[in-house]
Each structure stands twice: as C-alpha cells, then as structure tokens.
C-alpha cells in the first residue's frame, strides 16, 4: 500500500468495522426476531431467502475475529450492539445478551483494542415492527430504553458510542425504494421514517448525556452527488437528492432544520406535529462518523405522470457491487462536513470498503483490486486532513465476509474471507497488506 502509519498524526486510529446481525448468528443467546428475518423470508427480497441466523457465528468465534484484529495491529473495533438481542421484543431486557456483550468488550480491552460501538445497525425486534416501526414515535423512546439498558451495562468501557448507523438507508433506502427491511415504497411512511430516526438519534444523544457518556456521535452516510449532464433538470434533480442523501440528517443533527429541497415533496406527508421537534434532534456531539462508498450521477426522468430522480453509477471502476471507485469523493466530502457543518469536531471513517468476488486458491486469498482500493482511499483521507479536515481514524467495511443484507451471502466486503460452510476464516492478501502498512 502506498502509505504508512507515520504519514497520519501519532494518534490516528486505524481499525476494521462490522455489524451484528451481519456477523453474530442471531438464533443464538436468547436473540429475539428482527425485522430483518421477516422480510428475508419474503419472496425475492433477499438473495436465495438467507438470513443472519448464523451469519459468520462471531456469537462463538469473537475471541479468534479479535485475534486477527490484534494480529494487525489494529488500534479499534467498530462493532455495533443488537437491539434485538440486548431486547428480543424490543423492551424487556435479556441477561445471555447483556453478558455476550460484557464478554465482548472485554475481550477488545485484553487485547488493546479501542470499543467503538454503535448503538443501532438495522436489526429492529420484530415486535416493534409490528407496531410500525419507524413509522411509529414510540419507537424512538423505545430506542432510548435500550440506550439506557446497554450503557448501563457496557458504557464504562467503550471508547466511543455512535447512536445509529447510516439513518438514510434505515428511512429512505427502506421505505421509499424498498431495497432494505422493511421494504416499503411508500412516500408517507418514508416522511415518517426519516423525521423519526432524527427523532431517536437526539433521544439517545439525550440518554447518554445524562448518564456523563462523553464521547459520542453519530453515523452517517454520504454519496458524492453529481448531475448527470449539464441540463437544467440534471442539476435540480441532484441538488434535490443531495439534499436527501446527504444534507437532511446532517442539517437536522447541526442546525435543526431540514432541507428546502427535500421538504418540497415530502412536507405533506410529514407526521403531525413535526415541526414542534425541530432541535430535539440537535443535541451536542463529540465526534462524527462518515461512511463513504460511491458517486451517483443524477438525472430526472418525465415519467408521464411526474418528474423522478434516477440515479445511475459513475464511469470509473466498479466494486462487485456496482459501485464506482471514486475515492475523490471521500477527499472532498470530508473537507465539506468541516467547513459546512461541524467545523473542527473529530471526524472518523467508519465504513469504506469493496465487495470482490474473492476465492481461496491454494490456501490463500489473492486481492489486489481491495489493495489498491483501501490504498486510494486512506491517501484520499490523509488529503482530506491536510485540507483542513480533523480526521482522527479510518475503519475498513468489514473485517470479515458477512451477511450483506438483501445480497445475503454473495457480496464479499471482509478483508478476511469467511468460508460459509465451514466457518473457516482467511486473511487476504488485503489483510497482510494493511498489516504492514500500519505496523509500528
């Protein structure tokens, strides 16, 4: 890889990243459903139906995914805390999940690793699905008693809690293009949805403040939005979806207020009341986390019926995704978030990462493509840095191949491979590379 640890300031943090119920296994320690179980059974929302049921069994094998964290020499973990096994029904809680977490983070300590946790990665209890989810403002005060529940067990010891992760996808991604749980395509219950996860985000930040947490953030994820030509409508329909994907959380979050361009279609369809919660969700912060994976170009198509946003992928190098390559994204957003938002607070990168259709072949696991891929991307971030940016750590998308949501088990991210029947774990090439760019 093109750089070093000693090109990033002595108390860089450099770490891998993962989620729940993409790793943990959820039919074990007393886990109860998620939303994500139901809509997996549904027909054609998830590739082959398959679930986090056993996912890559880190339930069991954290003690050997910490290892080959340490082994790297890796400072921190990300890892996020599972509402649904902490809670199975979303608000009584459960002790085998409490302890599996307890004997988590003390693990990550015995081996020097910095906690990162993030409060809530998708995995909604079912029973609170049933009751509408993020459609539902009781969800949010539901999300503040297992805030509580969960610091109260862990929250003396991990170095950094993030409330939500990526509350784009939770909102629009799942309720108005339907990709993710609970799929859905329904502007009213999209409104609902983005104004509530803003909502549980200031609850949580609330709860926490009041417990003397000091180190906390939030998640979220942004796109380097571009037109896809140089019309008129191009541009409008970029500014619009900029304005949704990229400004409505973070506005929210800093300035209490939302953006024009978005509330435009989606004020009319807003819960009631909405208005007298602006700056509940503007609470103060610590640290912010980016995710950052690709650049949309966008362009507005006449339906005949009305005008919409399509979003198509950008002419550089694809991920297995699909998506495009494009680490000067990364390098100008983060200076953006800085001058435009939350002018010196810390930043961390939380999620960058490509998905490779990885093999093992005689006992290894060869990828240059990922080298080069988290090469560009750190040296896009120390940019960003000397571009005024307060970077503070980068966390690879994912330490291990996992479950990937509604590409189920297709889509390999992990610098580690996992072998699904066996379990068997495998650093990659990637792995060894970051190793020793990042070694002491």
């Known amino acids: ?42 027909t054609g ?10 996912a890559c069994d880190h339930y069991h094998r954290f003690a050997e995914d910490l290892d080959l964290l340490k082994d790297a020499g890796m400072d921190a973990y990300r890892f996020s805390t599972s509402w649904a096994r902490v809670m199975p029904d979303g608000r009584t809680p459960n002790a085998e999940g409490l302890d599996y977490y307890d004997r988590l983070v003390d693990a990550m300590l015995e081996r020097g690793l910095k906690p990162f946790q993030t409060l809530y990665h998708w995995e909604l209890p079912a029973a609170l699905a049933d009751k509408g989810g993020w459609m539902n403002r009781d969800t949010c005060d ?28 939770i909102s629009y991604l799942s309720h108005f293009l339907g990709h993710h749980a609970p799929g859905l395509k329904d502007i009213r219950a999209t409104a ?9 985000h200031g609850i949580g930040m609330t709860r926490l403040r009041a417990k003397g947490m000091k180190n906390c953030g939030v998640v979220l994820n942004f796109d380097h939005t571009e037109p896809q030509d140089d019309s008129p409508s191009a541009a409008k329909a970029a500014t619009t979806w900029d304005a949704i994907m990229n400004r409505w959380f973070i506005e929210a ?41 690709t650049r949309p170009k966008i362009s507005a198509e006449d339906t005949g019926v009305r005008t919409q946003m399509t979003s198509a992928e950008g002419p550089g190098d694809k991920t297995q995704m699909g998506w495009e390559m494009y680490p000067d994204g990364l390098r100008s957003f983060l200076p953006r978030l800085s001058r435009d938002y939350i002018g010196d607070m810390p930043i961390y990168v939380t999620e960058n990462g490509m998905a490779w259709d990885d093999r093992v072949e005689n006992g290894a696991v060869y990828d240059p493509e990922r080298i080069q891929f988290v090469s560009d991307h750190i040296a896009a971030t120390k940019k960003a840095i000397d571009e005024g940016a307060n970077v503070q750590g980068f966390f690879y998308w994912s330490l291990l191949d996992n479950y990937e949501w509604a590409f189920g088990y297709e889509k390999r991210f992990g610098m580690i491979h996992v072998d699904f029947e066996t379990l068997k774990r495998t650093p990659k090439a990637s792995y060894h590379a970051l190793k020793a760019a990042i070694a002491r």
């Open 1 to 42: 890889m093109d750089f070093k640890r000693s090109d990033f300031p002595e108390s860089f943090l450099f770490g891998a990243a993962t989620a729940a119920y993409q790793i943990e296994g959820h039919q074990f320690g007393g886990a109860g459903p998620t939303h994500w179980d139901t809509f997996a059974a549904g």
């Open 45 to 54: 929302n998830v590739v082959r139906a398959e679930d986090g049921a056993v």
């Open 142 to 169: 539901y999300f503040g008693d297992f805030t509580d529940v969960i610091t109260d067990r862990i929250g003396d010891r991990v170095a950094a809690i993030a409330t939500i992760n990526e509350p784009w996808c």
């Open 192 to 200: 609902r949805a983005m104004h509530h996860i803003n909502l549980a």
């Open 253 to 293: 979050i800093t300035k209490g207020t939302y953006p024009a361009e978005a509330l435009a279609g989606l004020a009319p369809h807003m819960p009631a009341g909405w208005a007298d919660d602006k700056g509940k969700d503007r609470q103060p912060k610590a640290f912010h986390s980016v995710n950052k994976n």
